[in-house]
Structure formats: C-alpha cells, structure tokens
C-alpha cells in the first residue's frame, strides 16, 4: 500500500477523561484507502525529548469526511503534546503503515482490546460489520474511567467489559470474563490488541482452544516504515520488522 | 547520499519521492554471513537524537548478490554497499563478493560499528588495524573504496590520514557515537546491549569539529554526516571541508528530507553566488 507524508489538520480534539482523548483530523484532499491495524508516525513538534515521531494506530476513518480518528492515552511528553494540539492547527502524519487484521474464515470473532490497545479495534469492527461478520468486543481496563469510546463500540456490536477494581463490568482481567471462562458463545477468531502481557494470555487462551488469533503489537519505534530495524519482534522466522512485517501477526508465528 | 541503515536498500522511500535525485544510497550494512541482529529494544530516543543497537542484521553478502542486487541495480543513483565484519578475512570476502557486481560503483568499508561484539569499530579505533582491513580490502577491491570513521576515538585525524596512506579513495564520518540510556524507573539498561550508537542533532558539532579536523590533514575527497536535519546543516558540513554529505537519523523523521536538502543546496549557491556546490567545499572563513 502506498505511503505518504501529509499535513493534516486537526477538526476536533475530545478529551475523554484525564488520560484519553480522540483527534479528528482532516486530509487536505482525498484521503487514500487505510486498513484495520494499520497505523501512522505522527510528527509532535521538534522539541528535545519528542524528536521522533510517535506511532498511534487508526482508530477510525470516514472516507467521504476525509477524516481519521486516533485515540490518544497521555503517558508521557509527546502524546501530552498531542493533547493540547487544538482546531485548526497542522498534524503532519507519515501514513498508512504496516500491516493489518485479515478477515475471519469463521464468522464467530471476539476483538480483545485494553489501554490504548483498543483503538484499532474500532476501525476493525467497522470492516467486520461491513463485511457482514458481527464484531464482538471484550474491553478491559483499571478501572471504570478506563472504558473509554464504549458507546462507539456499541454501535457496531455487542461490547463485554472488565475492570480491575471492578467499577464496572467483570471484574478481573479481561481473562475472566464469562465469555472468556465459559467459551459461550463460541469464538472461532480473536483480534487483540493492548498490553504485552494480556495479549499473551489471551494468545495462550486461544491456542488452547483451536481459536485462530491475531495480536497487534507496540514496539518502540524509529521510522515506521522499515527503513531502521529498531522494532523488531522474534518471530519463528527470526526478528521481523513490526512496523513493515506487522503491527498484526499470528500469535503462533510468535516466540511467546 | 542517505547513511547506511537508515535508508534500507532505497526502496522504502520510493513511495515519498524518487530517489535518482540523491547523489547515492549506501545499503544497509552487509556482512559475509547471515546475522540476526541484536535483542529488541534496540532504540532509545534521547534529546535530539536516538541511540540505536540494531547490530547489523542483514541476511549477509551471497544473500543480497542473488536477491537484493537485481532488484536495485538499476536505480539512477550510485548504489553504494556498506561492507563490515568481525574478521579481516570477513571484510575481504564480502569486499569481493560486492567486487563483482557490476552496478555497484563503490563500497563504504564500515570499520566503526559499535554495536557488534567482535570487530566493527575495533578495526576504526587503531591505526595498525585500520591499516590491515584497508589494505587487505584494497587488494581485492579495484572500485571506489570509502573507509567510515568512528568517532569513538583520541585523535581522529590520525586515523583517517591512515586510510588515505592505505589506499582509500575517500572517508566517510562520523559512524555513531558510543552511548548509553538508563530507565530510572525501572533501573534498567534500556537498550538490550547496555550501549549503544548516538545519532541526530546531538552529535551534530562533534560530527562537525571532526570532519574540520579531517579536511586539515587529508586530500582524498571527505563524506560528512551526523545530525544533518536540514540544508544548513548540510552546508554547515560543507564549509568545513566535506566533498559530499550524508543524511542518516533525519529520514526517519521526514522522509522527503534529503530531496529538500538536494534541492536547498542548489537554492544556497545562487542566493550566495555560488557556481556549483564544490565551491563550498571547505570554505569556512577564518
Ligand atoms: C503500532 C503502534 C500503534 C500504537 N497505537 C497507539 C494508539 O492508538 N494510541 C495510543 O495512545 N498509543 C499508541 N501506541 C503507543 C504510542 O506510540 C506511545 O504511547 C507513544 O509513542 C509514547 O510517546 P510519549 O512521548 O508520550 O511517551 P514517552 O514514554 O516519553 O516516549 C519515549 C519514547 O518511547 C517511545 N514509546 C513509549 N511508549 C511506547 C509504546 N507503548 N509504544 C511504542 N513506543 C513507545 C516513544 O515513541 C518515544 O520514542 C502505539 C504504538 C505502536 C508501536
Ligand atoms: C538505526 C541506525 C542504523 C545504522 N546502521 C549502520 C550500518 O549498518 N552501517 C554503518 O556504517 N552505519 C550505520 N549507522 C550510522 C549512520 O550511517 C550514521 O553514520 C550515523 O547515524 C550518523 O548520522 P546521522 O546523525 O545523520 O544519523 C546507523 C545509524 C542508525 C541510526
Ligand atoms: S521502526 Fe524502523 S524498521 Fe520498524
């Protein structure tokens, strides 16, 4: 898929709690074709400590608008400085990368998502539902002002939940929600993405149940688009590049 | 030209902009047999710059001669390799390998690498190995020889008079500075390999004094980079006696950069009545 560099401008920036927000932002002109998964290296400013760009998945896109949403989590100087970025100021974007979610040869499919991990969920829902396969969705987080975008999600399926603390939903780690702990109803595919350490149990889950799963990963990154071999994943062929040969690979093909 | 292992084998960039306007393209660094790389994290962003450990993974010389090589010869540009090893021996073979490949005009013999265990920037830290590598290269390497200096050294004019008196045809500089970042939180190294190789702006006037120091003592032709971000830098290293410059960490960041440093040479010689971009080759007034 061809890649570009593009200003962007910001239209919108919602802040859902203390620590999310989602940016809307619009192409200059017609925005190219994007996938579920894929992501893009978001150019913050030049200051000292962001002198790279940060890479955020596409949480949504609505071609005819000609604008995409990314779903932000502040955790640290850059993606703060995507928080105040304000209407009508530029967002230069290095886009579509990487790879992206296949779609199900089974229509039973599960999409497992926490933190920020839950934002490329969203985009993949859309493809699913347009693809007639209804998404279902297992959201965890810390607690209840961790479930964020829900009402999003509804939109496009049904949306289990867990919380730690238990706030609100199950509580527990999305591992020990009933549909998880009962297999009903059935699941034949899972997408996940979140925490390193959710996505392996949720992986070890689905090898054990014969459940085909995909896992976005989140390594740190320098380009984005293959040029530095700096984000590398072991994989069973050996280090592969997870922003050109990923972000979504098999959990089997894995050395997890 | 575009530094080595920041620019893959070109074709990542072909989307952003077409690359026969670069002056060259050094490959990733290519050594005899197949090496994996070092354990992920291998990056560390730091102020203005980036540490990197990627330890040249590269799926080695006879690899990219039957699988790499026909797919980017026939770029218009000078597809130059960055040739290195732990072994003298290992620099020859794959020197020789590369030898053979008519649409190669040259090769950057990478003697500083600071991320591999054995060799790498070794042979760029002495005189008596840098001469040994060099001149065992030489012999079977009849095309363009560019020897890369670390800057992981007392004296670097030194080194590089060396590899001019071995038969180098030019020297590149600098390779990438020896450093470190720790995680407080955690009290942990960050890189998988405790040190790394410091790039960007930060070792900008390191990079600079060097290549200064370099042009006082040397006639072949000098390779500037470290830290070039935009076309003053470009011509910052120009000034101070670089024959040609090489952009490696800024792609990262814009990766239409160095067709706007191309372009903004040539906009920085007539604004200042410059005939041609040689002119500025060591034309820092003091
Ligand atoms: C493919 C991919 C998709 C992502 N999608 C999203 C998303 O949709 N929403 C979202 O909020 N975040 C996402 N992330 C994580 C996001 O990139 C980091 O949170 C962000 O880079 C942190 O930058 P910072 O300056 O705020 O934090 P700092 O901790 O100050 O950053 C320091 C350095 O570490 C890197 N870094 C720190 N944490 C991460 C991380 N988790 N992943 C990668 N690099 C990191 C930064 O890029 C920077 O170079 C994604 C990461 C990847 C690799
Ligand atoms: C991710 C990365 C990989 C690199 N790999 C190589 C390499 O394989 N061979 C080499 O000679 N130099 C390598 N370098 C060093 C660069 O070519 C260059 O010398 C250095 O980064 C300084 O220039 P810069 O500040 O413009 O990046 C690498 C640098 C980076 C950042
Ligand atoms: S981030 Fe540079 S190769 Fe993946």
Redesign the pocket.
């Known amino acids: 898929m061809k890649k570009y560099v593009d200003d962007f401008k910001v239209i919108k920036n919602e802040r859902l709690n203390h620590e999310?927000l989602v940016l809307t932002l619009k192409h200059p002109d017609k925005m190219p074709e994007m996938m579920p998964g894929q992501?893009v290296e978001v150019r913050?400013d030049n200051g000292p400590?962001?002198?790279?760009?940060?890479?955020?998945?596409?949480?949504d896109v609505d071609y005819e608008n000609n604008t995409m949403l990314?779903?932000?989590?502040?955790?640290?100087?850059?993606?703060?400085?995507?928080g105040k970025l304000k209407e009508g100021d530029n967002c230069n974007l290095v886009y579509p990368?990487?790879n992206w979610f296949a779609l199900p040869d089974k229509p039973r499919v599960l999409l497992v998502g926490g933190?920020?991990?839950i934002?490329?969920l969203l985009f993949m829902g859309r493809r699913l539902k347009a693809n007639g396969i209804e998404p279902r969705f297992l959201l965890g987080a810390r607690s209840s002002d961790g479930l964020i975008a829900l009402d999003a999600f509804k939109e496009l399926g049904e949306v289990y939940t867990t919380t730690e603390d238990g706030s609100a939903g199950t509580k527990g780690y999305v591992i020990h929600h009933p549909v998880v702990k009962t297999h009903t109803p059935e699941i034949d595919w899972i997408y996940t993405?979140g925490p390193e350490a959710m996505m392996k149990v949720v992986a070890k889950y689905a090898g054990n149940h014969d459940i085909r799963c995909q896992v976005?990963?989140?390594?740190?990154?320098?380009c984005?688009f293959g040029a530095c071999l700096c984000?590398v994943a072991e994989t069973l062929d050996g280090h592969k590049c997870?922003?050109t040969d990923?972000?979504v690979f098999d959990s089997t093909y894995l050395k997890w | 030209m575009t530094a080595s292992g920041t620019f893959g084998y070109g074709e990542e960039f072909m989307d952003f902009f077409e690359i026969s306007c670069l002056g060259g393209v050094l490959v990733k660094g290519t050594t005899l047999n197949h090496r994996e790389g070092n354990l992920y994290p291998r990056?560390?962003?730091t102020p203005q710059g980036?540490l990197n450990a990627v330890g040249l993974q590269n799926k080695g010389v006879h690899y990219f001669a039957d699988h790499i090589y026909p797919r980017i010869k026939d770029y218009d540009t000078h597809m130059l390799v960055n040739v290195s090893g732990s072994t003298i021996e290992e620099y020859v073979e794959t020197a020789k390998v590369v030898n053979d490949l008519e649409k190669i005009p040259g090769i950057e013999l990478n003697i500083s690498c600071p991320n591999v265990k054995e060799g790498g920037m070794a042979f760029g830290t002495s005189c008596p190995s840098a001469v040994a590598v060099i001149e065992a290269v030489r012999k079977v390497y009849d095309k363009h020889l560019m020897v890369k200096l670390s800057p992981n050294v007392t004296n670097i004019a030194e080194i590089a008079k060396a590899a001019e008196d071995s038969g180098a045809d030019s020297v590149s500089l600098i390779n990438t500075l020896l450093g470190m970042a720790i995680n407080a939180k955690t009290r942990r190294p960050v890189l998988s390999t405790i040190t790394g190789g410091l790039s960007g702006p930060a070792v900008k006037p390191v990079a600079l004094r060097m290549v200064w120091q370099v042009a006082q003592v040397l006639n072949i032709p000098i390779v500037g980079m470290g830290g070039i971000m935009n076309t003053n830098d470009a011509i910052e290293f120009m000034l101070a006696g670089a024959s040609a410059i090489q952009v490696g960490t800024a792609n990262f960041i814009d990766p239409t950069v160095t067709e706007k440093i191309v372009h903004g040479i040539e906009d920085y010689c007539k604004e200042h009545g410059f005939d041609k971009a040689s002119d500025l080759v060591g034309a820092m007034e003091v």
């Open positions: 999310y992501f913050v400590n962001t002198f790279l760009r940060r890479p955020i998945s596409i949480h990314l779903l932000v989590q502040e955790i640290g100087e850059g993606t703060r400085l995507m990368l990487g933190g920020c991990g934002a490329p993405c976005s990963l989140e390594n740190h990154m320098a984005g984000c997870t922003c990923g972000p | 990056m560390a962003e980036m």
